[in-house]
């Protein structure tokens, strides 16, 4: 039940807020709190999972559409853990956060945040593949409403490319979960949705045509995840979402629900089509190089900040991909680890320049400049988080990236001598722009501070946003170690086992004991040690 109550409970906590007065402050006061206290419950995970067994654990299973073999199937293992633990951390803190971003319609904001974590988490734990195109598809819905009505002046442009952009892709990837459901009923005897009897199917591979089954849904699924990412050059939606969704919006956007692409190629693609990973793994490669590329060599040109971190943010995520694709230990481990550093860096990115944007109401880095002299604390926030952008030693950022180079050096060394350019291009960019923001001559803005005699540093309140956000930062760049270890032994799993991936249920999960019997249609696959 707990990974179901986690997943659930913000919507009730949506309920209760939706019933609740019309007092902003304290409806705010109410969701932070509840929030909190999802990520309290969270935090449980720590204690009933055990890191060192890469079998599927805490497994709820009940069957909810038996004539299609479509059951709501949750459980976690390594590669999920950490995402379910990155969606609780954040969403308390991008609301704590965005206090004063949201002046209007606060209660429907609220609600949309909570039903948009639910949606996350869902994705993150769902074992059935209707039940993860349901929470995949589902995330959408909060999104679109946070953009489009909290957002900026071109905010309807923004929804409708961002919603067309994901349904198109998702289309192919239902058509495909469709198609391996009709495939097991030919092969094992029965209609399922589950991934634990997808990994069993025998899918026919011919390398030397495109037409061959596992190819074409290896792309169908790729195409959806590649949009999520989003990969190059399907990443034109992403600026726009970004510049013009609501500070909150960003974060979570970039923090969490682009995870939900990368993690789609871990636990769908990469297991379920191995020989086709393995063909035509050079596709994301490249596609990851140039993505990484260009998404610097465009933020380099940038004059709007969050403009500049919203491409900073294709790089980064380019980064992801390319150690997804090394398809070895280390570049997957460093994928995952990057899919963490991703979500607090850039979250934290976004977070400060919406914090500087509520004073100033500009993000043109040409109205900055001299802003070091007069928001000291921000400065050094900002110059903090900057130095784990771009990789610095001692901040998480670093750890990531040097497993994911050291990883592809070991698989493609041809890929990484055109991935390392991204390292030093993102140096380039993000301190061109601390550069212009915070030193040299003073700029229009910080002047017209200064005469009004008005501070332009953070708060106590802000503050205690980032505070958590800077002590992951260099815990996370220290001590790796206490971070990997919770998905070591799923990765090793994976990758021991790619040609041939079987997931099975922990022995101790209350699906082994209770749930179904040995003749259950749903055909789960205990494991005894």
């Not at 169908?220 to 590649?226: D, G, I, M, R, V």
């Not at 040109?301 to 491409?311: E, G, I, P, S």
């Not at 109205?367 to 900057?386: D, H, K, M, R, W």
Request: glycine share 6%; net charge positive; hydrophobic share 55%.
């Amino acid at each position: 039940m707990l990974l179901s109550l986690i997943t659930f409970l913000p919507v009730v906590f949506a309920l209760m807020i939706w019933f609740s007065g019309s007092n902003e402050k304290a409806l705010k006061q109410m969701a932070i709190a509840f929030t909190l206290i999802e990520f309290a419950l969270s935090l449980l995970l720590f204690r009933y999972y055990d890191p060192s067994v890469a079998t599927l654990q805490l497994v709820e299973q009940h069957t909810w559409v038996s004539q299609m073999g479509v059951s709501y199937f949750m459980g976690l293992d390594g590669i999920s853990f950490w995402l379910v633990i990155l969606t609780t951390f954040l969403t308390p803190i991008t609301l704590l956060g965005s206090w004063t971003a949201v002046k209007s319609k606060t209660k429907g904001f609220l609600v949309c945040m909570l039903l948009l974590e639910t949606s996350m988490i869902g994705t993150f734990l769902a074992m059935d593949a209707i039940l993860f195109y349901v929470f995949f598809e589902v995330s959408l819905i909060p999104m679109y409403f946070l953009v489009g009505i909290w957002g900026g002046a071109n905010r309807l442009y923004a929804t409708m490319k961002f919603f067309i952009y994901t349904m198109f892709g998702s289309v192919f990837m239902l058509l495909a979960i469709i198609f391996m459901m009709f495939m097991a009923q030919s092969q094992l005897g029965f209609m399922s949705a589950s991934l634990l009897d997808f990994y069993k199917l025998e899918i026919p591979f011919v390398a030397e045509t495109f037409f061959s089954t596992q190819t074409l849904l290896f792309f169908a699924f790729s195409l959806a995840f590649a949009i999520k990412v989003p990969t190059f050059p399907f990443h034109t939606w992403l600026p726009d979402a970004h510049v013009q969704a609501p500070t909150p919006g960003s974060v979570i956007l970039a923090g969490v629900m682009l995870k939900m692409g990368t993690y789609g190629f871990l636990r769908f693609v990469i297991p379920m089509f191995p020989q086709a990973t393995e063909h035509w793994a050079w596709v994301l490669l490249a596609l990851a190089v140039v993505g990484i590329i260009y998404g610097a060599l465009v933020a380099m040109v940038q004059t709007d900040m969050k403009k500049l971190v919203a491409y900073s943010s294709v790089s980064h995520m380019g980064y992801v991909l390319l150690g997804l694709f090394a398809l070895n230990t280390l570049g997957i481990t460093g994928a995952i680890y990057q899919m963490l550093n991703h979500g607090i860096s850039t979250g934290a990115l976004f977070l400060l320049v919406g914090m500087v944007y509520e004073r100033t109401h500009t993000r043109e880095i040409s109205n900055y400049g001299g802003l070091a002299g007069y928001a000291p604390i921000f400065s050094i926030l900002f110059v903090i988080v900057t130095m784990s952008s771009i990789a610095v030693p001692m901040t998480n950022g670093f750890i990531g990236e040097f497993l994911i180079l050291q990883g592809t050096f070991l698989a493609k060394k041809e890929f990484v001598f055109f991935a390392v350019t991204g390292v030093v291009l993102a140096a380039a960019y993000m301190l061109w722009m601390v550069k212009r923001v915070f030193f040299g001559k003073m700029g229009k803005v910080v002047q017209e501070f200064k005469d009004k005699n008005e501070s332009l540093d953070i708060n106590a309140r802000e503050f205690a946003v980032m505070l958590p956000l800077i002590i992951m930062i260099f815990w996370m760049g220290l001590f790796p170690g206490t971070i990997l270890k919770w998905s070591d032994t799923s990765v090793k799993h994976l990758v021991n086992n790619i040609s041939k991936y079987e997931l099975v249920i922990h022995k101790n999960s209350e699906a082994n004991k209770s749930l179904y019997s040995k003749n259950d249609k749903l055909n789960i696959k205990e494991k005894i040690n």
